[in-house]
Every structure is written in C-alpha cells, then in structure tokens.
T-cell receptor, first 119, second 112 residues
Framework: GAVVSQHPSRVICKSGTSVKIECRSLDFQATTMFWYRQFPKQSLMLMATSNEGSKATYEQGVEKDKFLINHASLTLSTLTVTSAHPEDSSFYIC???????????????FGPGTRLTVL | EDKVVQSPLSLVVHEGDTVTLNCSYEVTNFRSLLWYKQEKKAPTFLFMLTSSGIEKKSGRLSSILDKKELFSILNITATQTGDSAIYLCAVEPLYNFNKFYFGSGTKLNVKP
C-alpha cells in the first residue's frame, strides 16, 4: 500500500513552454501533498504544500506564479512549471500524506520523481 | 532558523563493515525525525523517531534519537552493496507538522 505515482518520469522541453507534472496517490487518499525540488548532489527542498480544495502554501523564495499547483482531488495534485527556463531544470518529487484516519498519518510517501530538462 | 545537518557527506566502505550516519538538528518545538533511503529515484521511508532513547530496528538497520543533544544516528551493520544510496534525515517541527526539513544527505558507497 501507500504508492505514489508521478507522470511523466522525464520531460524535455524548449525554453518558454509550460510543463505539467502529475502526482497521484494510488491506494490512499491524501489530503496533503508536497512538492520538492532536488538539484544534483543536493537534498530535497520543499517548494510548496498542497491541500485538497484550497490554495497551496509556498515556501519562501518560490514563485507561485511560476510554479502553479492544483490539488483538485484527494488523489491528485499537479505542478505546472510555467514559461520554463533552463534554470528550472531539476528533479521534481512529490509526496503525499494520508489523512488523519490512517495509521500512516505521520508518514510521507514519495513519488518516483520527474526529471525536467529545459533546453 | 530551523536546520538539519548530516555527516559525513559521503562514505565509502567495504561489504561487511558497520557504518554510523549522523543527523543533528535545530528545530523549534520538535515533533519527529525521519530517515529515508534514496537510490535512483524517490526516497523510501526507513524510520520515524519521536522519543529519546528508544531504538528502532529493521533488519540490519537501526536508529536512535537523542532529544537532549538534538541528534540521531542511523546504524547499518554487515553492509551490502545494495545499501549503497543517499540516506536522508528529515525533521518535522511541532508547529507545522506538514513541513519536513531535510538534511543534505549522506552518500554511502559500499564496495564488494
């Protein structure tokens, strides 16, 4: 149980285009999902917290107009990188936290990540 | 500012060795500390620690938390090449239980 999927796993795009990344909790409902960014040889940096049915909470320094987050259902959150530029190239990982009724409420389950390369 | 520091940054050992990875933290109102293993892709959960002095074990891996000295260690005994990965430590504050602060990780390389 507690599987999180991400799609696509890898995307290459031209500068100026927008890219949408999906994060799905496959076998549980996730009231909260998280989006992280990871640069090579660096740790995970939390970008934003996504709550179902409400606006995402962005970390300091993360542009909310650049990284649009939508959490339309209890099993799906999307991250859209708008007008992507080469400096947006990175590994984006989502995680999902089960609802308070779950035994695993205190855990975050990570998706496999999406490698974004902007040319 | 809340922060998590892991050491060493990287480590090379031979199969059969025992390793100890360190994680120290400064967090206002601590809630929990978590260890993850990251290989090629997503981190996988290893342990969650909330209480001082209680060791958690899973096979050859074990971990313990010291809330007085603000650190945790992750031990791996009889290491195998499959243990090669980046080990991440994350701390969750009480005031914002949704936010995990990750350390920079320890890259472990186990040679045959």
């Amino acid at each position: 149980g507690a599987v999180v999927s991400q799609h696509p796993s890898r995307v290459i795009c031209k500068s100026g285009t927008s890219v949408k990344i999906e994060c799905r909790s496959l076998d549980f409902q996730a009231t909260t999902m998280f989006w992280y960014r990871q640069f090579p040889k660096q740790s995970l940096m939390l970008m934003a917290t996504s709550n179902e049915g409400s606006k995402a909470t962005y970390e300091q320094g993360v542009e909310k107009d650049k990284f649009l987050i939508n959490h339309a259902s209890l099993t799906l959150s999307t991250l859209t990188v708008t007008s992507a530029h080469p400096e947006d190239s990175s590994f984006y990982i989502c995680s999902a936290r089960p609802g308070s009724g779950s035994e695993a409420y205190n855990e975050q389950f990570f998706g496999p990540g999406t490698r974004l390369t902007v040319l | 500012e809340d922060k998590v520091v892991q050491s060493p940054l990287s480590l090379v050992v031979h199969e059969g060795d025992t390793v100890t990875l360190n994680c120290s933290y400064e967090v206002t109102n601590f809630r929990s500390l978590l260890w993850y293993k990251q290989e090629k892709k997503a981190p996988t959960f290893l342990f969650m620690l909330t209480s001082s002095g209680i060791e958690k074990k899973s096979g050859r891996l074990s971990s313990i938390l010291d809330k007085k000295e603000l650190f945790s260690i992750l031990n791996i005994t009889a290491t195998q090449t499959g243990d090669s990965a980046i080990y991440l430590c994350a701390v969750e504050p009480l005031y914002n239980f949704n936010k995990f602060y990750f350390g920079s990780g320890t890259k472990l390389n186990v040679k045959p």
